[in-house]
């Protein structure tokens, strides 16, 4: 009878809640985030962890419990000092989606969201690196990015791919991601900022400290922007807790109703 009532007892429930290994921690046991980026055996840092996404407006002066989402959720280029430089038919189309209040988004019908938006979405993220290869399991659908470290130029003809084709490389402790070869009429944001096939996106991961990864993004997609745009994320470890399914595919209801204002 005692084994049986052990089989029924929720053991994934207790993975929210069930403390990290290799994690430095304060005398009192809580994780001492502040301490050194980890590195791996070849003396980068190792960027593995469990990510989650971070607000990067000040709070207002309510305070920051009812900002739900990130600003860059909603608006990629919020911080773009002048706006971002549209095309005139990516500028109409922008126009037409938020005065619409964002009727085709993507998202809203379970379709895979790209990397870039993946990196605003308001879920966990974990980064697997290993020798010539960083994994991104994403827990929004249960879905995964490659990008590899071996060296190896991306495609010259790729087939179009929702997350592209991603080849990084070290400058000193910086990872550098290229990525080119993404399917036309991606969004970025819930706004209907595009992506399209032309784009090549570049990213700068750089792991601060054991408990912060900073990623910084550089959009040159020349189909709908005149010029390229850059934009930083913070992004916070989300230590003692675990990936869960998200599987948007499970008859979602919520999504459809996030407004773009």
């Known amino acids: 009878m005692v084994a049986a009532f052990g089989l029924c007892v929720p053991l994934a429930a207790q993975w929210l809640d069930?403390?990290?290994?290799?994690?430095?921690?304060?005398p009192d046991g809580?994780?001492?985030?502040?301490?050194?980026?980890?590195?791996?055996?070849?003396?980068?840092?190792?960027?593995?962890?469990?990510?989650?996404?971070?607000?990067n407006r000040p709070c207002p002066p309510?305070?920051?419990?009812?900002?739900?989402?990130?600003?860059?959720?909603?608006d990629?280029?919020?911080s773009v000092k002048g706006g971002l430089a549209f095309q005139p038919w990516a500028a109409a189309i922008v126009k037409q989606t938020r005065a619409a209040n964002r009727p085709n988004d993507p998202l809203t019908r379970c379709l895979p969201i790209g990397p870039i938006r993946l990196h605003t979405f308001a879920g966990f993220r974990k980064i697997v690196q290993i020798p010539g290869l960083l994994v991104i399991l994403n827990e929004m659908n249960a879905s995964y990015r490659q990008i590899f470290t071996d060296g190896r130029p991306l495609p010259v003809d790729p087939n179009p791919s929702w997350n592209g084709y991603s080849s990084g490389r070290w400058e000193q402790d910086t990872l550098?991601?290229?990525?080119?070869?993404?399917?036309?009429?991606?969004?970025?944001d819930t706004g209907g900022t595009p992506l399209t096939d032309a784009?090549?996106?570049?990213?700068?991961?750089?792991r601060v400290n054991f408990g912060k990864l900073e990623v910084e993004i550089?959009?040159?997609d020349p189909k709908a922007y005149t010029k390229p745009w850059t934009i930083k994320l913070n992004q916070p470890l989300a230590p003692d807790t675990e990936l869960m399914d998200n599987i948007c595919l499970e008859n979602e209801k919520d999504v459809a109703h996030l407004p773009a204002k």
């Open 76 to 78: 990629i280029a919020w």
């Open 176 to 188: 550098v991601v290229e990525t080119a070869g993404l399917r036309d009429g991606l969004w970025l």
């Open 30 to 55: 809580k994780p001492n985030l502040s301490a050194p980026a980890p590195r791996s055996a070849d003396g980068k840092p190792d960027l593995s962890g469990l990510w989650t996404w971070e607000d």
């Open 18 to 26: 069930y403390p990290t290994p290799g994690i430095p921690r304060t």
């Open 62 to 74: 309510e305070g920051c419990l009812d900002m739900q989402v990130g600003q860059e959720f909603v």
């Open 199 to 206: 784009a090549r996106i570049t990213e700068r991961f750089r």
């Open 218 to 220: 550089t959009v040159n």
